[in-house]
């Protein structure tokens, strides 16, 4: 009797570690902090529209004039921030380091420059000098603009269409 209740508990104990699903243990992680500015909501996406750009104005000025965009920031707490340094980051042009390649459409041999509202060149992937905050609420208005390839524009061979280029901008508060 007793050699069957032992054989019993046995396959028992064993049938439900068979049965028993598998355990994944999932840790969260992740770290809480205090902006000094917010951007408000429906202002994440900034959209820049060239409009038509003529080949022939870039075969003869190689770049278009700066078009101005700009980038709210409200609630500026200066106690936990006072400048702000401005990056965009994105798929380099290798005919034009520092500015954006352009990612679809049908055009070719161009791309995309950043600049300061002094025309200084904020060239991609790295930071802007900084620029000092007021408290409450910030405009930062920066300009964009197109700019021929050399070779594109020594050979007439900038190819028309459609265009567009997507960067993330970055801002590192000190």
Same mark, same amino acid.
Request: proline fraction near 5%; include cysteine.
């Given at each position: 009797? +007793?050699?069957?209740?032992?054989?019993?508990?046995? &396959?028992?104990?064993?049938?439900?570690?068979?049965?028993?699903?598998?355990?994944?243990?999932?840790?969260?992680? @992740?770290?809480?902090?205090?902006? #000094?500015?917010? =951007?408000?909501? @429906?202002?994440?996406?900034?959209?820049?529209?060239? /409009?038509?750009?003529?080949? +022939?104005?870039?075969?003869?000025?190689?770049?278009?004039?700066?078009?101005?965009?700009?980038?709210? %920031?409200?609630?500026?707490? %200066?106690?936990? @921030?006072?400048?702000?340094?401005?990056?965009?980051?994105?798929?380099?042009?290798?005919?034009? #380091? /520092? %500015?954006?390649?352009?990612?679809? /459409?049908?055009?070719?041999?161009?791309?995309?420059?950043?600049?300061?509202?002094?025309?200084?060149?904020?060239?991609?992937?790295?930071?802007?000098? +900084?620029?000092?905050?007021?408290?409450?609420?910030?405009?930062?208005?920066? +300009?964009?603009?197109?700019? @021929?390839?050399?070779?594109? =524009?020594?050979?007439?061979? =900038?190819?028309? /269409?459609?265009?567009?280029?997507?960067?993330? &901008?970055?801002?590192?508060?000190?």
């Amino acid at each position: 009797m +007793k050699k069957t209740a032992l054989a019993m508990a046995l &396959l028992c104990m064993s049938h439900t570690g068979w049965g028993a699903p598998p355990t994944v243990a999932v840790n969260y992680r @992740g770290e809480l902090v205090a902006e #000094p500015c917010v =951007i408000p909501p @429906g202002e994440e996406n900034i959209e820049l529209d060239f /409009g038509t750009v003529i080949d +022939k104005y870039l075969y003869l000025n190689q770049r278009t004039a700066g078009k101005e965009f700009s980038l709210q %920031l409200t609630e500026c707490d %200066l106690s936990l @921030g006072e400048t702000v340094s401005v990056s965009f980051s994105g798929t380099e042009s290798v005919a034009l #380091p /520092g %500015l954006l390649a352009i990612s679809s /459409g049908g055009a070719s041999g161009i791309a995309i420059g950043l600049e300061n509202v002094s025309g200084e060149l904020l060239p991609l992937n790295q930071p802007s000098g +900084k620029l000092r905050l007021q408290e409450g609420n910030n405009r930062i208005t920066l +300009k964009a603009y197109v700019r @021929g390839e050399p070779e594109a =524009i020594n050979s007439k061979s =900038i190819g028309r /269409g459609q265009f567009t280029a997507i960067s993330t &901008l970055s801002l590192n508060y000190d």
